[in-house]
């Protein structure tokens, strides 16, 4: 079963800057693009930035100029850095992702079926 761990959330002052980090990991045959949400307590989830597999990327109108969205194909992880953090980014942060999982394998040919992964989340909380 493909998973998401995520890494890098903590306590930040105003105007600080934190990287999370998202690393995919199982039966990975292709993956999609790869994404941030954020939830704060008692607001919906909302997406912060998302990116896709060819490098084309998306951010959230009330963060845009303050983060950053990368990847390494590679490692199958995906980097959020965000910068002059705000006490209204406080939240939990979870990794998304939209993959082909590899469901069955002979060797020859590889049969496969798109699927939505959410990590648990890491709380990022800024304040002084």
């Known amino acids: 079963q493909v998973q998401l761990v995520e890494s890098g959330g903590g306590f930040v002052q105003p105007g600080g800057s934190l990287r999370l980090s998202c690393a995919a990991s199982?039966?990975?045959?292709?993956?999609?693009?790869m994404g941030w949400y954020r939830q704060a307590l008692g607001k919906q989830r909302e997406l912060v930035a998302s990116?896709?597999?060819?490098?084309?990327?998306d951010y959230a109108e009330s963060m845009k100029g303050r983060l950053t969205i990368s990847s390494d194909n590679d490692k199958k992880t995906v980097y959020l850095q965000m910068h002059s953090l705000k006490p209204e980014d406080t939240a939990d942060y979870c990794c998304n992702a939209d993959v082909a999982e590899v469901i069955a394998s002979d060797g020859d040919s590889v049969e496969y079926e798109d699927v939505e992964v959410w990590g648990q989340g890491t709380l990022v909380t800024v304040s002084s």
């Open positions: 990116i896709t597999s060819s490098g084309i990327t």
């Open positions: 199982g039966p990975i045959f292709n993956i999609h693009n």
